[in-house]
């Protein structure tokens, strides 16, 4: 059975970097069946596309956030991390870590989501 646990701070300081890890269990994040993505929800505007790294590293940004955004992977571990960086209260949301399955083509399994608030 597949599972995703996000995992780093609740807090974080306006100007400051958000940094999340997401911890793979049950398939490998560098099989060539899948992607692996952030994204990031808020009441308003619902789910918002952060980011996406292959199977083979290579990462895709949201034109909006592309400026800010970092996703990298360690492979040893199994996992995958997103680093936003001059956050704002703007960025209080909730925030997924999720595998894109390529055959069909859809988001199949998702982690529990994880709270990050920006306040000083």
């Known amino acids: 059975q597949v599972q995703l646990q996000e995992s780093g701070p609740g807090l974080v300081k306006p100007s400051q970097t958000l940094s999340l890890t997401c911890t793979v269990s049950?398939?490998?994040?560098?099989?060539?069946?899948?992607?692996w993505s952030w994204i990031r929800q808020s009441p308003e505007k619902g789910l918002e596309w952060i980011g996406t790294?292959?199977?083979?590293?290579?990462?895709y940004y949201s034109p909006s956030l592309k400026s800010r955004t970092s996703i990298s992977r360690d492979t040893s571990q199994n996992l995958f991390t997103l680093q936003l960086s001059a956050v704002t209260s703007e960025d209080t949301l909730v925030y997924y870590c999720?595998?894109?399955?390529?055959?069909?083509?859809?988001?199949?399994?998702w982690g529990q989501g994880t709270q990050v608030t920006v306040s000083s």
């Open positions: 999720a595998r894109y399955y390529l055959y069909p083509g859809q988001y199949d399994y």
């Open positions: 049950g398939g490998s994040i560098t099989t060539n069946l899948y992607y």
């Open positions: 790294m292959t199977y083979s590293g290579s990462t």
